[in-house]
C-alpha cells in the first residue's frame, strides 16, 4: 500500500520587489494576479512536476543542494502548504519534524505548550496527559517543565518540541534537518527512536544533507536538482550520482576562480616584462599557454615591482602568504592537475592517482634548473614538499618549451583543501619561477579521519575480539 503519493506536483512562489506590490490581501484577491498574471522573471519555481511514492512502512530519503525544493516538497506532505499544480495524498497521522517547537508560545511554561502543541499534532488532552512523562523525560527537561519556554536554551527548545512530534504515535513522520537538537547522546537516542518507528512499520520521509544517515536508514532515495527529479531509487546509486555532480560543480567552480585569478596576474606581468624588456613582451618569445593546458591559479598575487628581475623571496618560506616571484629566466606557463582518467580537474577522491604538469619556457638555454612541488593544507601547514635536486637529480638542462609531470601513484590525503606550491629554481634555491600556494584543489572521502595523511592500512583481530564491516 500506498503511504504517499505525489503526482506531477509544481510550487510556484511569487518574487518580492518594489513593482507591483498590493496594498491588501483584499486587492491582491479581488484582482485574481497573485501568481497567474506575473511574469516570469516575477516567480520562482521551487518545484517543477515532480512525481513518487512511498510505501507504507518504508523508510525514504531526500537529498539535494540548499534551494532545490526539498524543504518545499516537504511542507507540501505535510499539509503546511498546498501545490501550485498536481497532487500530494498521504495516508494515515501525519506528525512533522520540520519547525521544531514552531508552536510554542515564549510567556507560558513547558508543560503548557507540550499540551498546547501536542493538541495541535491531533492528540487529545487526555493522550497527552498519558504521554507526558514519556515527552518530558527524553527532552531531557525534568527539572525545567515548568519554567517559562523563553527561559530555554535554543537546544533545550528544539529537545522538547522534537519530543513531543515523536511521541505523538504518526503513521508517517517527516524529518527535516533536525537531528543537530542536542549533544552526541542525544542525537543517538532520536536515531533509536527513528529505529522503532521502522520495527513497527511505520513511513519516515527524512530530508537531509547527512548523507551516510540517509544510506545507512533508507530503503530508497530520492535526488531533488533545482526542483526537478535528477535520480530515484536505491539510496547508494543516488547517492554516489550526486556526489559526482557536486564534485563536478565544485571543479567547475575552482576552475573558473582559476580563470578569474590568471587573467588577473597577467596584467601586471605585461606590464613587469614590457618595463623590464624581458622576453613575453611584444617582441619577446615566451609562447602563450596551449588550450589543452591552462593556467589554474587561482590567487595570483604580482605586482610590477615583483616582474623579472625584481624577486622578493619571502624571508621565511613557511610562513610565506601566496603569492609569485623569481627572475622569470626560466619561466612557468602553465600548471594543470589531472586526476586517473588522465582529465583535468580540481576535485580528487583520496587515493586517486594524480599527476601535476608544469609546463615552462626557457628563452636561452639553462643548465641549472630544478623542479619542485609542495602540497599544504587550508591551515597553511605542509603536507609534503620535494624537488628533483633532493631526489638526485643531475645534468639537467633547458632550453625553449618543455614540460615536468609529478605524478603521485596514490593521494593518500585526508578530506579537506589543498594548495599547492609549484616551483623552477637553481640548485642554490635562487627561483627562476615561484607560485606559492596558488592552485586549489580538494579531497573527498566518505570516512571523516583526523589530521591530513592516511598512510596504507588494515585493522586485525585475535582472541576474543570480533569486528565486522571493515576492508
Not at 214 to 234: K, P
Request: net charge negative.
Amino acid at each position: 500500500m500506498t503511504a504517499i503519493e505525489v503526482r506531477d506536483v509544481r510550487k510556484i512562489y511569487r518574487r518580492y520587489g518594489r513593482r507591483r506590490q498590493f496594498a491588501t490581501l483584499k486587492s491582491a484577491l479581488l484582482s485574481g494576479r497573485l501568481v497567474r498574471d506575473l511574469r516570469p522573471d516575477e516567480t520562482f519555481e521551487a518545484l517543477r512536476g515532480v512525481s513518487f511514492d512511498i510505501a507504507a512502512g518504508q523508510t525514504f530519503g531526500i537529498v539535494g543542494r540548499n534551494g532545490s525544493g526539498k524543504s518545499t516538497m516537504l511542507k507540501l506532505i505535510a499539509g503546511i502548504g498546498r501545490p501550485t499544480s498536481g497532487h500530494v495524498h498521504v495516508r494515515g497521522r501525519v506528525s512533522a519534524l520540520i519547525e521544531l517547537g514552531a508552536g510554542f508560545h515564549p510567556e507560558i511554561s513547558g508543560r503548557e505548550n507540550v499540551y498546547i502543541n501536542g493538541m495541535m499534532l491531533g492528540l487529545t488532552k487526555r493522550e497527552v496527559a498519558s504521554r507526558f512523562d514519556d515527552i518530558v523525560r527524553f527532552a531531557e527537561l525534568e527539572d525545567f517543565i515548568d519554567a517559562p519556554v523563553k527561559t530555554y536554551s535554543s537546544g533545550m527548545y528544539m529537545r522538547l518540541g522534537f519530543a513531543v512530534a515523536i511521541h505523538v504515535d504518526p503513521d508517517v513522520l517527516l524529518v527535516d534537518e533536525v537531528l543537530a537538537v542536542g549533544d552526541e547522546a542525544f542525537t543517538h537516542k532520536c536515531l533509536d527512536k527513528f529505529a522503532e518507528f521502522r520495527r513497527r512499520g511505520r513511513t519516515i520521509l527524512l530530508v537531509s544533507h547527512s548523507l551516510d544517515l540517509v544510506t545507512r536508514f533508507c530503503e530508497a532515495a530520492l535526488w531533488l536538482d533545482a526542483g526537478v527529479v535528477r535520480a530515484h531509487g536505491d539510496p547508494k546509486r543516488v547517492i554516489d550520482a550526486y556526489l559526482m555532480d557536486v564534485a563536478a560543480a565544485e571543479d567547475r567552480q575552482l576552475a573558473s576562480g582559476d580563470r578569474q585569478a590568471a587573467a588577473v596576474a597577467e596584467a601586471p606581468l605585461a606590464v613587469g616584462r614590457a618595463l623590464s624588456g624581458s622576453p613575453g613582451g611584444p617582441e619577446g618569445s615566451a609562447p602563450q599557454v596551449a588550450d589543452e593546458l591552462p593556467v589554474i591559479s587561482t590567487a595570483v598575487d604580482v605586482r610590477a615591482s615583483e616582474a623579472p628581475g625584481h624577486s622578493e623571496e619571502p624571508p621565511d618560506m613557511f610562513r610565506a602568504v601566496e603569492g609569485r616571484w623569481g627572475s622569470r629566466e626560466v619561466e612557468i606557463v602553465g600548471v594543470q592537475l589531472t586526476g586517473p582518467d588522465g582529465v583535468p580537474a580540481h576535485v580528487f577522491q583520496s587515493g586517486d592517482a594524480v599527476e601535476i604538469r608544469l609546463r615552462v619556457h626557457a628563452p636561452h638555454p639553462v643548465r641549472d634548473v630544478v623542479f619542485g612541488v609542495g602540497i599544504f593544507n587550508a591551515d597553511g601547514v605542509c603536507c609534503y614538499g620535494t624537488n628533483t635536486h633532493i631526489e638526485g637529480a643531475t645534468d639537467a638542462e633547458l632550453h625553449g618549451d618543455g614540460e615536468a609531470r609529478f605524478t603521485i601513484d596514490s593521494l593518500d590525503l585526508v578530506d579537506g583543501t589543498y594548495k599547492l606550491d609549484v616551483a623552477v629554481h637553481r640548485e642554490n634555491g635562487a627561483p627562476y619561477d615561484y607560485h606559492r600556494l596558488l592552485y586549489t584543489f580538494r579531497v573527498k572521502s566518505r570516512l571523516r579521519e583526523a589530521g591530513i595523511f592516511r598512510p596504507p592500512h588494515r585493522w586485525t583481530f585475535s582472541g576474543g575480539v570480533r569486528m565486522s564491516g571493515l576492508p
